[in-house]
């Protein structure tokens, strides 16, 4: 049996019958889940190692080589204690803090930058232990967390460093602390999602009105297994979906996924399921007189992260109009006073 016999002649959605005649009843929840397409593409091979979905060499070697914490408990980071190491000649210290010797050890768990980045994360045991070797830290580490903690921790660690430089140097604009009310007639949709292991996938949105209120807010829990930048991909998706049925003209959208702002910016295509749904984003789009991708910080973002991680395990839409959840309270306030 093939995935399109269960789906209708029309190829935009599934066929209720069939599927009710074909499959046992958990079955049959799984597969009305999954959400597909509004627009006609055909099925394309991709590749998951690459955002693109094309195969490289590169990435391929990665896969079976292993990943950066395979890399790191065998001493294989190119940091500049190992490369000295190896060739000969000093060791500086680190590009981010420049105070101490650039090993892996500190790279991850040690330095200030480190531990700023496991905190913001939530990660408590990224900065657990003293002393020792950075296989045993590692070991340590995955005992406690989700490979999916570990990996966002080290991804978003080796970005940390670059990203506060160009705050401080003022070229992150968009990034600025404080946010301004959309005017000319538009209304401010901000996005964010929530990935987690064994929790599914769920996504934020809040709506404001022109002088900064609370206009709706939305959260969606999906029974999904996706990326972090495929999740506020579908988050972006489920604000428009939304504010399209509500009868909005005019949007500016913020997010702070930069992966995901700049890709419906540049309207850049690909094979993965990231890409098809920036498709499904750029399509929605002529439902509008005017969008705009405005890229902010989390902090900005704050009410958004909160109904993002409102409902977890609970799949479905859940809609809240003007007034939101007491939960999100504390959001709704502080959010407040970062108006410009």
Excluded at 61 to 77: T, W
Aim: hydrophobic share 40%; proline share 1%; glycine share 10%.
């Amino acid at each position: 049996m093939r995935v399109s016999e269960l789906m209708r002649e029309d190829g935009l959605g599934w066929d209720t019958g069939r599927i009710a005649q074909l499959l046992l009843p958990f079955e049959r929840d799984r597969v009305m889940n999954l959400r597909m397409s509004p627009n006609r593409q055909r099925d394309i091979w991709y590749w998951g190692r690459e955002r693109d979905g094309i195969y490289t060499v590169r990435s391929a070697y990665n896969l079976i080589a292993g990943d950066v914490s395979d890399m790191a408990s065998s001493e294989a980071l190119a940091t500049k204690s190992n490369i000295a190491a190896r060739i000969g000649g000093e060791c500086s210290s680190y590009l981010f803090c420049s105070s101490f010797i650039e090993s892996s050890l500190h790279l991850f768990r040690d330095c200030g930058v480190a531990k700023w980045v496991w905190e913001e994360l939530g990660i408590e045991y990224g900065t657990n232990g003293e002393g020792g070797e950075i296989r045993d830290w590692v070991e340590q580490v995955w005992k406690e967390m989700s490979a999916t903690e570990c990996g966002v921790g080290i991804e978003v660690h080796t970005t940390a460093g670059r990203r506060r430089r160009e705050i401080g140097d003022g070229r992150d604009s968009d990034n600025a602390e404080g946010w301004k009310v959309a005017g000319d007639g538009y209304v401010k949709i901000n996005v964010d999602a929530r990935v987690k292991e064994g929790e599914g996938v769920g996504t934020g949105i809040v709506c404001r009105d022109g002088r900064g209120e609370v206009a709706w807010g939305l959260s969606v829990v999906w029974d999904e297994s996706w990326e972090a930048h495929e999740a506020e991909a579908m988050a972006v998706l489920d604000g428009l979906e939304e504010a399209a049925r509500r009868g909005v003209l005019k949007v500016e959208v913020e997010s702070d996924s930069l992966i995901v702002i700049e890709a419906l910016r540049t309207q850049k295509q690909g094979r993965s399921i990231f890409f098809h749904i920036i498709d499904d984003i750029v399509a929605l789009v002529s439902h509008f007189q005017s969008v705009r991708w405005l890229h902010t910080n989390r902090l900005n973002n704050c009410i958004a992260h909160a109904l993002a991680h409102l409902v977890p395990r609970v799949v479905g839409r859940f809609v809240w109009s003007s007034v939101l959840p007491s939960t999100a309270n504390a959001a709704v306030l502080f959010d407040r006073s970062l108006i410009k």
